[in-house]
């Protein structure tokens, strides 16, 4: 019964089946119930010894002292389960062993000798001083004392001289308490030293544990924070670790039929769109002991397919045999896109240049080639020549107008700008089988850089025809709604799929249609023209359907004026 009586033991020792059985039933109880259970067994065995006085010779109750030995131990069993221990002063509950040395005194004195060994119930007492921890030489000392006078009083209490014998007859049982003590706070002090060693490693532990879990959650929270999809797999190919960036990127390679497929069923394939073997999966080569760098794939089918960069390093056990590895994928989808788009440019302007180019060298050498021509051919060649080099000029002028664009505002007629678009555009209208209707607002007066918003115009009624090869109507719509200018270019062409939609005022972007189909165009004219509306503080959008055609409106705040106030010719503005 040490000190320790009054707290609970640490939760975190290891226990076996008997000390969780004492701490549920002793030290998790209050401290009445605790000091209540530590005193009943020295009541309990004093009641049997009173009981076997009773059996052996009943008359010696008739005596003060045994009677008082069984109320004084009575109540300091009451005393121990009604006290609040936890707020008396520190070592308060010694007073009931020490008191128990005088109940057990009464008792032999009581007994008459009929119970020789009834000075053995000091252990109890003795017990509880020595294990408590507190001045355990004192309590060696007083616990050896106590019974040296508990076998001693009735010695001097007998009638007649005491002589040595019969003060030296009875130490056996100091002795053996002596010895008991020694041993009890010999053994409780190991044990408070292993409880105290017990617990410095369980604070470390503690400690460990705590800075393990930190440093988990450090790692994990750098893991996620890197846009890089990472995944660690053990020699056996199962993921021992995988971050919020690579669980997007395999749930694309999930198929739709199979929850949870292998690595051999992901939807994985090599930059040719061909389906990778599993021996050539980065995660199987990584496993099979591989290391490598910039391995692109793609994961994914249709429009949700990502290109994917990966690296692979193997974990290297302290015996260099392979402890599994660490696989990095890096989507690479935007560069790829890239890189194809610049391929596409190239090519597309390429293919732009060249036509211009080529007429221009052929009608200038048969100029140079036939001296005799007539004057009228010799115009006819050069213009020709000319027209091709204009288009060559509207070409670079599309390229500059990407990086530099300036808006010089001036007052414009709108509906004559439309009519000069509608007009320039008839022949291929007329070539695709396009009718051109018009519904503008006439007259109609507006602060605009009559230029661009022509260059505007022209792009839109140009693409309008272009993706309208199979005939149908083009209709372009002009209004005033208030000082605001809202203009529509309709067309009921082949339309465009949300996809591009989504990419249609990127630099150099082709709508899928427009290549399989080769219809010219290097993919600046709509990001020029969306350039030249948001420049003048309007806003180009686009509402269309595949196959049902499209419609392209821009609106530009405040820019329409009365052509009352524009003097006379002013409105004539032309691009």
Not at 272 to 297: C, K, W
Not at 445 to 472: C, E, F, T
Request: with cysteine; hydrophobic share 45%.
């Amino acid at each position: 019964m040490t000190e320790a009586i009054l707290t609970i033991i640490p939760e975190n020792l290891t226990e076996t089946a008997g000390n969780r059985l004492i701490r549920r039933y002793f030290y998790e109880r209050s401290p009445r119930t605790r000091m209540f259970l530590a005193q009943l067994p020295f009541t309990l065995t004093m009641i049997l010894a009173a009981a076997l006085v009773v059996f052996l010779q009943p008359s010696l109750f008739a005596s003060g002292e045994l009677v008082a030995s069984l109320v004084m131990s009575v109540g300091l069993l009451a005393v121990a389960g009604t006290v609040q221990w936890e707020k008396m002063p520190r070592g308060s509950f010694l007073l009931i062993p020490y008191l128990d040395f005088v109940a057990v005194a009464l008792f032999r004195e009581g007994t008459n000798a009929l119970l020789n060994s009834a000075g053995m119930i000091a252990l109890f007492p003795v017990f509880w001083l020595c294990a408590s921890g507190l001045a355990p030489k004192t309590a060696i000392v007083s616990s050896t004392l106590a019974s040296l006078l508990i076998v001693w009083i009735p010695e001097f209490n007998a009638p007649g001289p005491v002589s040595v014998e019969q003060l030296v007859r009875p130490l056996l049982i100091p002795f053996m308490m002596l010895a008991f003590a020694i041993a009890m706070v010999v053994l409780t002090t190991s044990m408070d030293r292993q409880r105290d060693a017990l617990v410095a490693q369980d604070s470390l532990r503690r400690k460990d544990l705590v800075d393990s879990r930190q440093r988990e959650r450090l790692l994990e929270t750098i893991v996620d924070t890197v846009g890089v999809g990472v995944v660690v797999v053990d020699a056996d190919g199962n993921d021992r670790l995988m971050n919020s960036t690579q669980e997007a990127i395999h749930a694309l390679g999930v198929p739709p039929d199979i929850s949870d497929p292998q690595e051999s069923e992901l939807l994985i394939f090599g930059v040719d769109r061909v389906p990778l073997p599993a021996y050539a999966r980065p995660v199987r080569r990584a496993i099979d002991g591989e290391s490598f760098t910039n391995y692109q794939i793609w994961i994914g089918a249709g429009e949700q397919a990502r290109a994917l960069s990966t690296t692979a390093r193997t974990i290297v056990s302290d015996d260099g045999t392979s402890d599994g590895a660490v696989i990095a994928f890096h989507d690479v989808t935007d560069m790829v896109e890239a890189l194809a788009a610049k391929d596409d440019f190239v090519a597309n302007v390429s293919h732009e240049f060249r036509t211009p180019l080529t007429a221009i060298q052929s009608y200038v050498a048969l100029a140079l080639e036939s001296p005799g021509l007539a004057p009228a051919e010799v115009i006819n060649y050069l213009t020709i020549a000319d027209r091709n080099a204009v288009r060559l000029n509207g070409l670079v002028t599309d390229l500059l107008a990407t990086t530099t664009m300036s808006i010089d505002r001036a007052p414009a007629c709108v509906d004559k700008l439309i009519a000069d678009s509608l007009g320039t555009a008839a022949p291929a209208a007329a070539a695709n089988g396009v009718a051109v209707e018009s519904e503008c607002q006439q007259p109609l007066m507006a602060m605009i850089d009559a230029g661009r918003i022509g260059q505007v115009l022209d792009n839109l009624v140009s693409n309008a025809v272009k993706y309208s090869p199979d005939g149908g109507t083009l209709t372009v719509r002009a209004c005033a709604d208030g000082t605001d200018l809202h203009c529509q270019v309709s067309d009921t062409g082949l339309g465009m799929s949300p996809a591009d939609q989504a990419g249609l005022f990127q630099k150099f972007f082709r709508a899928g249609q427009a290549r399989e189909r080769g219809i010219p165009g290097i993919g600046l004219g709509l990001m020029i023209s969306k350039t030249i509306i948001e420049n003048h503080g309007g806003t180009l959008t686009v509402s269309s359907e595949q196959g049902q055609g499209t419609t392209m409106s821009f609106v530009i705040p405040g820019c329409v004026v009365s052509s009352e106030l524009v003097s006379t010719g002013t409105g004539n503005s032309q691009p």
